[in-house]
């Protein structure tokens, strides 16, 4: 493969570059709360006119109800668009895949974006998470907030990932820990970055990055599944 002829990070969305991870300051708004219901005037009261126009009142309240969906909704992916995610629900959204911190090229003749198994300088190869996920935004420059509309922007997006199956309307997989319940599921699959990030950015030089290109972040992973327990039980005896 021809090396890009320029080398710069992807700016998909018109920002400056792109290792993109997970974004906490620019998650979804928590919706706004209801209006209080305004207080019918003491007049009102005397009043049995005004009395019956305070009684459909009582409709924007149940409204409300059904807008604003406790948090503890199973399976809330299914049940809601990215909008609608709550900031914890969209925080826990995040496979922990990593493969989004990976170092992103494009060839600038053709608007081509290749993946790289080069990280971002704070990721940490280790825990296949960011380092400094707080004040990452602050640290790296470039580092996207996602948000539901850069979701849909975003084309580079990994297949995998799960706000990206999400706005497509696709469930999540079982290796989610959303739908196992580990966090160690997403690496046990072998669909992180996880003992795949060759080097940080700052460990290459930038005339080497293309030598750094792989296919594996951008194509949709064949997880491994664990044995079930009879079966692993029988091989242990071989
Ligand atoms: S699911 Fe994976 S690709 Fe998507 S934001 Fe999280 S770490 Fe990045
Ligand atoms: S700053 Fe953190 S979240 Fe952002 S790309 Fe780098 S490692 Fe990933």
New binding site residues.
């Given amino acids: 493969m021809s090396a890009p002829a320029k080398l710069h990070r992807p700016a998909p969305n018109g920002e400056n570059a792109t ?4 974004r906490q300051k620019s998650a979804p708004e928590p919706e706004a709360k209801p209006e209080p219901e305004a207080k019918p005037k003491p007049e009102a009261k005397a009043k049995p006119e005004a009395k019956t126009k305070s009684a459909p009142q009582a409709k924007p309240k149940i409204k409300t109800k059904s807008k604003i969906k406790p948090e503890t909704d199973a399976m809330f992916w299914k049940t809601r668009s990215l909008e609608e995610l709550t900031p914890s629900q969209w925080e826990s959204l995040c496979d922990g895949c ?1 493969r ?2 990976l170092i992103k090229l494009e060839d600038e003749d053709t608007g081509e974006i290749y993946f790289t198994d080069i ?6 190869a280790g825990t296949c ?5 707080a004040n ?2 602050r ?2 420059r ?3 907030g996602l948000t539901p509309a850069k979701v849909r922007a975003l084309a580079w997006l990994p297949p995998s990932c799960a706000y990206r199956l999400v706005a497509e309307g696709r469930d999540l997989a079982w290796w989610h820990p959303l739908v196992s319940g580990s966090p160690q599921t997403v690496h046990e699959a072998g669909v992180s970055a996880r003992g795949r990030v060759r080097a940080l950015e700052k460990q290459v030089r930038l005339a080497d990055y293309p030598d750094h290109i792989v296919k594996w972040p951008r194509q949709m992973p064949r997880p491994r599944k664990p044995k079930p327990a009879a079966a692993a039980d029988a091989s242990d005896e071989l």
Avoid: M, N, Q
């Fill in positions: 290792p993109v991870r997970r990593g989004c911190c990280a971002c300088t704070l990721f940490s998470a960011c380092s400094d996920y990452r935004r640290r790296v470039d580092c996207i």
